[in-house]
């Protein structure tokens, strides 16, 4: 565990915070527009400007920090983030959220990497890692436990966005009145994409279509509830399990890939969500049985993306890890910007079951192109590979932390 005097226990607080009061406004603002009569393509074009925001921030903020400073630049992050959460409650027009959405994903970015820059900065070689599992936790956490604010729209319709605004403000808090010394941004050059496919074809190829799985279910799955006739609460504690799951499984499934070809727990894991998806785009299930594919469905294809970064690692020096690393959460990223239309699309064609008949799709493409590659190229030796780490899909500041720990 962390000690007590670790200084980082404030930025620790401030994720929580900050993603129980913006995690669920995804959900939230699918299930408005939803509500609205909107089509699945709108809201789905209202999610990818989303995921558009946070790849270009991811690209861009640094600079903005660098000018003035971590402190600055996240109470001016947040703030925007506040506004914008209560925009949503005065501006009832769809494409007025899109231009919303993609300020939100583009200061959260801001966020992230103010966060990630300074955490990294106070954690040393010996809790290294285990300031990553908190960071973890404490993000996953605060996301999960901030879809039960969905129920507040039971209320009044506009409470949802402005208790999300209030929790964004007491985000500020922990960061504006601490004295940890302000920390500089290592800069960070992504691997190229041809660069990155010639290292490890399966690690790109499996980041890409996780982001776009979850790119879609993120966007839709709000939608796909709805449509299949079940409550707002239920809507809350499906996306709770969903993301509940998730946290769950990362670690064993990480430590199964350890000690056997990491291929093909990567390969068992879309071909597992491939399998999951096929009843949920085949069937109308009872309530249980929805949520608990759904805990299913987060725990394995959550685990998918560090599988993929391990995956790579274990053709990589340790000097190339993070450029290949942040150069997987930008094409996890642009895998996310696409998703939301994929799966939009298939509810267009099919119905609320074309969600997971896309989410189904998506992971046998991924299993199968695994499958290829098993044949392809020879595995890496179970003793030869590094350390699996559970990693968030957040920016590529992140991957210092994971690269400087694999060392």
């Known amino acids: 565990m962390l000690s007590p005097a670790f200084p980082a226990r404030t930025l620790l607080l401030a994720i929580f915070v900050l993603m129980a009061g913006s995690g669920f406004l995804s959900t939230l603002i699918a299930i408005r527009l939803e509500l609205a009569g909107a089509s699945a393509l709108l ?3 209202v999610a990818t400007s989303y995921f558009g925001g946070l790849m270009v921030g991811s690209l861009r903020v640094e600079g903005v920090i660098a000018r003035i400073g971590h402190i600055r630049a996240f109470a001016a992050f947040v703030t925007v983030y506040s506004a ?8 009832d027009y769809p494409g007025i959220w899109i231009v919303l959405r993609f300020l939100d994903g583009f200061v959260m970015a ?5 966060l990630e820059s300074w955490l990294n900065q106070q954690a040393s ?4 890692s285990t300031a990553l599992a908190a960071y973890m936790i ?3 956490t605060g996301q999960a436990s901030g879809q039960f604010l969905l129920n507040l729209g039971d209320r009044s319709p506009d409470l949802p966005f402005m208790v999300s605004a209030i929790l964004l403000s007491i985000a500020l808090l922990p960061v504006l009145l601490t004295r940890m010394e302000q920390p500089k941004i290592e800069a960070i050059t992504p691997f190229s994409i041809r660069r990155l496919y010639r290292v ?6 499996g980041t890409l279509m996780n982001g776009a799985m979850l790119g879609a279910f993120y966007a839709l799955g709000a939608v796909y509830i709805q449509r299949i006739g079940m409550e707002l609460s239920q809507v809350a504690l499906f996306t709770f399990c969903v993301i509940a799951g998730g946290v769950v499984l990362q670690y064993p499934l990480g430590i199964l890939s350890d000690r056997f070809d990491r291929r093909l727990v990567v390969i068992a894991c879309f071909l597992t969500v491939a399998a999951i998806c096929a009843p949920l785009s085949l069937f109308v299930l009872p309530a249980p049985g929805t949520i608990a594919l759904g805990s299913l469905f987060g725990g394995f ?13 274990d053709h990589l020096d340790e000097q190339e890890r993070v450029g290949a690393s942040s150069g997987l959460v930008l094409t996890y990223s642009a895998g996310a910007i696409a998703g939301p239309l994929l799966g939009s699309a298939g509810i267009g064609i099919l119905g609320p079951s074309g969600l997971f008949a896309v989410l189904g799709s998506l992971a046998l493409i991924g299993g199968i192109f695994g499958i290829w590659r098993s044949f392809a190229s020879d595995s890496v030796p179970a003793e030869d590979q590094q350390a699996f780490q559970s990693l968030p899909r957040t920016t590529p500041m992140a991957s210092v932390l994971e690269g400087e720990d694999s060392r």
């Not at 914008?84 to 501006?91: E, G, K, N, V």
């Not at 070689?125 to 290294?128: C, F, G, I, V």
């Not at 294809?301 to 690692?313: D, I, Q, R, T």
């Open 138 to 140: 404490a993000l996953y």
């Open 200 to 205: 490890s074809p399966l690690g790109i190829v």
């Open 301 to 313: 294809a959550f685990a998918l993306y560090p599988l993929c970064v391990a995956h790579s690692n």
């Open 125 to 128: 070689p010996q809790n290294r």
């Open 84 to 91: 914008t959460s209560l925009s949503y409650a005065i501006l």
């Open 110 to 114: 801001g966020v992230f990497v103010c």
């Open 43 to 45: 809201i789905g074009l």
